[in-house]
């Protein structure tokens, strides 16, 4: 299936004497907040990226984003469309570094410490070789 590179939400900015509070009524959950508006723009592209990410991932359905003249904010909030591209977003979550336990002889990384061995570049070379990965 192919995924969108774009995704365009509405979001209630809500200004308040300590921050912004940012709501997308589509993305249930998805909740930033930011100290200025530059701030809170950036924090509401990252935040819904990630959260539309997530749903990708895992196979969930992905909202309709309601059409903006049939939106009812509460009072005081300000709506503003939100884009998101999601190449670079789905790159780095694909690419992020996760850590890993493992468990080896103690006489093997004994000699491999003694030989200065980095341990993560031996393992990812051999899992892309084991996986036929180049």
Request: negative net charge; contains cysteine.
């Amino acid at each position: 299936m192919m995924l969108p590179a774009t995704y365009r939400y509405p979001a209630f900015f809500y200004f308040d004497f300590d921050g912004i509070a940012i709501e997308f009524p589509d993305v249930p959950g998805c909740l930033p907040c930011a100290h200025t508006e530059e701030e809170a723009f950036r924090n509401a592209r990252e935040a819904l990226g990630l959260h539309l990410f997530g749903l990708e991932k895992y196979s969930d359905p992905i909202p309709e984003p309601t059409p903006v003249h049939q939106l009812k904010p509460e009072d005081g909030a300000v709506v503003a469309l939100i884009e998101v591209f999601m190449p670079p977003i789905r790159e780095r979550q694909n690419n992020r570094v996760v850590k890993k336990t493992l468990t080896i002889p103690a006489w093997l990384n004994a000699k491999a410490e003694a030989a200065h061995v980095n341990f993560s570049q031996i393992l990812q070379e051999s899992l892309k070789s084991y996986l036929h990965i180049s």
